[in-house]
């Protein structure tokens, strides 16, 4: 696709469930990152992958929070025992590399809503 | 105090109006700056990316980047109703790498 492409575009969960959330970036694209955005904040980092593995996790809030990435291409990120503060935008990007001048493409984003 | 200060707006302008859009940041260790536009419903668009201090241009839009008072600005001139958007700041201290970016301002261009 011409795009980073992200779904669902909506999930609707209860409480305590489990979800993943899929990420395709664009082809070619070896850094991949995942942002989470509130209402009415700004996108907040989550994760960063170079190739397979995860450069940079400090963003992920606790332990219910882990994202892959095996072969390097698509990205999933699970939630475990959702909870409603989970609720948010969950965005996804990617850029051709990591340095200094490698724009980073943003998805739509997943609506995830724990109820 | 967050590194990123940004105020939410919404800022309301009649076309054709020049419009500014500012940013004040606490870490120093910011080198890049960003201004990402996002539609209702869509994912961040970047629109500029500046290093270090100074000015950029591009068409309608100028990004402005002052280190020394760890503030950044955005102009655009002659808006158009189709700026309406919500205009989000970000910085990172290696390139696009973990940006931190504002809350975003809402920006409402009447025709």
């Known amino acids: 696709g011409a795009g980073v492409s992200q779904t669902p575009s909506n999930k609707v969960t209860e409480k305590g469930k489990y979800v993943e959330l899929r990420c395709d970036p664009i082809?070619?694209?070896?850094?991949l990152y995942w942002y989470r955005q509130s209402l009415g904040q700004g996108p907040e980092f989550l994760i960063y992958?170079?190739?397979?593995?995860?450069?940079?996790d400090s963003g992920l809030p606790n332990d219910r929070f882990f994202a892959v990435r095996p072969e390097g291409s698509v990205s999933t990120l699970k939630i475990q025992r959702t909870e409603r503060g989970d609720s948010a935008v969950y965005l996804c990007?990617?850029?051709?590399?990591?340095?200094?001048?490698?724009?980073?493409?943003f998805g739509q984003g997943t609506r995830l809503t724990v109820v | 105090q967050k590194e990123v200060e940004q105020d939410p707006g919404p800022l309301s302008v009649p076309e054709g109006a020049i419009v500014s859009l500012n940013c004040t940041y606490s870490?120093?260790?910011?080198?890049?700056f960003m201004w990402y536009r996002q539609y209702s419903r869509k994912g961040p668009e970047l629109l500029m990316y500046?290093?270090?201090?100074g000015n950029k241009e591009d068409g309608r839009f100028t990004a402005q980047v002052d280190k020394s008072s760890k503030y950044i600005s955005l102009f655009i001139r002659d808006s158009q109703p189709s700026d309406s958007a919500t205009y989000l700041c970000?910085?990172?201290?290696?390139?696009?790498?973990?940006?931190?970016f504002g809350t975003g301002t809402r920006l409402l261009v009447s025709p």
């Open positions: 082809s070619g694209h070896t850094a």
């Open positions: 990007a990617s850029s051709l590399g990591q340095g200094m001048n490698t724009e980073a493409f």
């Open positions: 870490n120093s260790a910011f080198q890049y």
């Open positions: 992958f170079q190739g397979t593995g995860a450069a940079d």
């Open positions: 970000a910085m990172g201290k290696v390139g696009f790498q973990k940006l931190v």
């Open positions: 500046t290093y270090s201090s």
